[in-house]
Nanobody, 122 residues
């Protein structure tokens, strides 16, 4: 079984910073892409940032230049550094991990964390 656990959310004033962590544990062969998504009240979940196994990143236009995604493959952990936070960044942030569970199965399995709340006050 694979577990995904996010941490680091909280309440911050506009202009402040937060750093989210996503730790993946359990039994699996390899971890491929990881991503951070967020869901604001009354809105659909959206991709915030993604990172491939070799470190290639992509960002939503709304966070480019403010957020940075990174990962530590040795620790099976991803991070999201969020700077210059805005009230519209408020939401529940979810980590997504795509893993190969077994070496002889090339198909990926997708796992989600339970989410961490980020609230940015104006």
């Amino acid at each position: 079984q694979v577990q995904v656990v996010e941490s680091g959310g909280g309440l911050v004033q506009a202009g402040g910073s937060l750093r989210l962590s996503c730790a993946v544990s359990g039994r699996f062969f390899s971890m491929n892409a990881m991503g951070w998504y967020r869901q604001a009240p009354g809105k659909q979940r959206e991709l915030v940032a993604g990172i491939t196994k070799d470190g290639t990143t992509n960002y939503a236009d709304s966070v480019k230049g403010r957020f940075t995604i990174s990962r530590d493959n040795a620790k099976n952990t991803a991070y999201l550094q969020m700077n210059s936070l805005k009230p519209e960044d408020t939401g529940v942030y979810y980590c997504n991990a795509r893993v190969r569970v077994l070496s002889f199965i090339t198909a990926e399995s997708e796992y989600w964390g339970q989410g961490t709340q980020v609230t940015v006050s104006s």
